[in-house]
């Protein structure tokens, strides 16, 4: 194959494989997608190896699909048109700490709870915390989708914490996006929109973040509700008073017995909030009680956890938990993003959609923000649930729709959810297609994602 | 003419003028740059009648140049090519208050003021307040420009706060970008890259703003140093230790003259910085006190501005006051923005570099952010002073942008900073003409900015 003959010539034969081993790897992610092969795996060091790289695809008009930890899961890096699958996991140093600053730049490859180690001595931390994948998601993966996590409701989603990034388009061009001033009005924000492309427009090899330093007092809880809808109307109107919040997690009753089933955590089985505060020692406690009257008044009661346990190290395994419920079951799931008014609303709905489609469906997620996904389990084997799920899926998407929300909160489309794109996007989405092509003219770069692939001239 | 008969089919004749008194409000701006009139200016009141505006200019190929106040600071709403000018002023209402969710829609023509006047008995405001503008500055001109104010140094700039938007592009075509949710993840960042286009990629005719709760609790205060330096150092200190204040203006000690000659404010006439601290009546004082001990690490001492006077109301004047000390010469800006802990840095370079060009300069902005302006008050007809004045200007950008910097914090690059924009985005200007040509493929809309004018087919 003379691609593969040509990328010989630009990387160390060690740093590129065809095993089907290593192809097999680089073929899936976390999504109840349909994985897909590459050609080809190749593992670069340098922004020089990725133009180099890429470079060679666009001569040979072959796709390239950037790949972290593969934890997406939306089928977000699954090479579908085959082609080279570059991984990026090697590229992981901490490059920079501009102490002063508050920034780092990085490699893309560092994973973020790695990451977050590093900066500790220096009293800084990156802020968006991906829930149960902080142990594997890469930096370059969370700014491909424009993650979010546990404390996006106080420091914001992964955009906002781009300051700068070298990236390399789809002809194999460097470019030097952003500034390190904390605001700049100077030309078009192409910053902003590369994050969230999820690799369809330019791959970024080098990033320089924003941190916050790490607070000095910090107080967490959890809080249990007689009814979701009780949870939801707490979490919206803590938000709505200001409540200062560095994270406020919603769990339904469901995901809280699967957690108990799953690791015998002994928690409470009744619709769950949990939730931290980042201040000075003498503010937390304030702001705590402040949180806890309000939720008192939907009845909320605050809870301590068995055997003094943590309320993350407990919340990370909730999609795991629930998976394990079905473990012949394949997962579909929502990533629906609403305005905050509408969470008790979006959570009786759901409810009641999966009540009427006969199927059993589990909510959590990132409430302040106005974030919820609903699990589906089933397994697939059974046409008739499998179809019915995917219609209740279809259904409580629209309802968010319908109410000016978003199809993806926080995981991207990918191929998952590119048949809500349409509606959302409207008659925008053709300008999409036009800037993609403005990146990547021969449309290389993960083709297939967003919106259906239509070809090289799509 | 034929075009202006064809408005006249569009538009009512009261809401379409070619008279010359409208033209020459219509030329110019608060700028140094030289006004041009447009051929007619219309007051359109609605979407579809911008769109038909702009349909009926995509026929004849005519520049279509929307227009707020006309209070920016780089020439941006001047229309170098003739043709349309959209004025907007008069679409200025509040649409729509989502309490529940810290939302306004608004039209593009609202001042900035009077939308907050309209949000006070709501608990709300929307917090980029651009400064000694605030009481004529449109919310669309401050999208155009992505502004910033002397609270954005805690809520961020306009680009933040815009959570969706009807926008016009240069063929007519009305789109809507954007979710009511907090967070998304769905498709390109469209949105972002329209805010700060400075009308050049399409123009917004609704938006839809998040907003902040009015503070509980406030407390505002004046400090002054010894030097420029020692402000500048207390400043990168507490933005480096987290101190979590809502404002922190910097006035160099010529600034602080400039004011009391202006206005009589009785001001000690030393280096100074304006601070605002925003939370609970309780933890005002605690922040306000941190904020004291660091700045009197730098020697800074807590004055009480004479009368009772708010800070803001001193600060308000500071543009005007320097102007007044020379009224027959026109002024040279700077917008630089920078990493923070280069502030005493940049304070010191530039204060040298106006001396090698025997020069006077003032300095002062929204440093917590690392803004900083530094005004040159010149006559244009001394030929030889007014060249220094330029030269002065571009070796100070030149030095903000050797340390990472951008030569528009938060004015825009309009015609005013464009021989910087090659410098600072290299080769990414490239895919910025391209983009253009995405939205207004005829390039009608305020053709000439942020980079220099190459024609239809540019």
Redesign the interface.
Known sequence: MSLVHELSSLLPAARISTRVADLEVAAGDESACQPVRPDVVVWPLSTDEVSRVVGCAWTHGVPVTARGAGSSLEGNPIPVRGGIVLDLSRMDAVVEV??????VSVQPGIVYNRLNEQLKPWGLFFPPSPGGSSDVATIGGMVA????GIY?VKY??T??HVQ?ATVV?GTG?????G????????????L??V???EGT?AIATQLTLSL??LPQGRKQGALTFPTEKDAATAI?TM????VDLAAVEFLDRRSIVALNRYRGFGLEEQPSLFLEVHG?P??VD?VFETAQAVCEEQAGRVIVLPDGQNPWDVRHFTTRAIQALKPEGKTIRT?M?????RLPEVVEHSYAIAERHGVVLHTFG?AG???LHALLREDPADTQRWAAAQRAKDEMVGF?LS???????????GLG?QK??AQ??????A??K???R??DPKHILNPGK?WPDEGVDG
Chains 1, 2 share one sequence.
């Open positions: 501009h102490q002063e600053d508050l920034q989708n424009n993650a979010s996006s914001g989603g955009r906002e700068a388009t061009h460097v470019l030097e996006l500034t390190r001033s904390r605001k700049t009005s100077s030309g078009y924000h192409l902003g929109l994050v969230g492309s427009l916050a330093g919206a938000m709505r008073y200001g000075t003498d503010s304030a990533d993003g609403f305005p905050l008014s990132h923000l106005g974030i968010v109410v000016g929300g978003t199809a993806s909160g926080e995981h991207g489309i959810s809500y794109v959302e996007h409207g008659s925008s989405l300008l999409m036009h800037i993609k403005v990146f967003i």
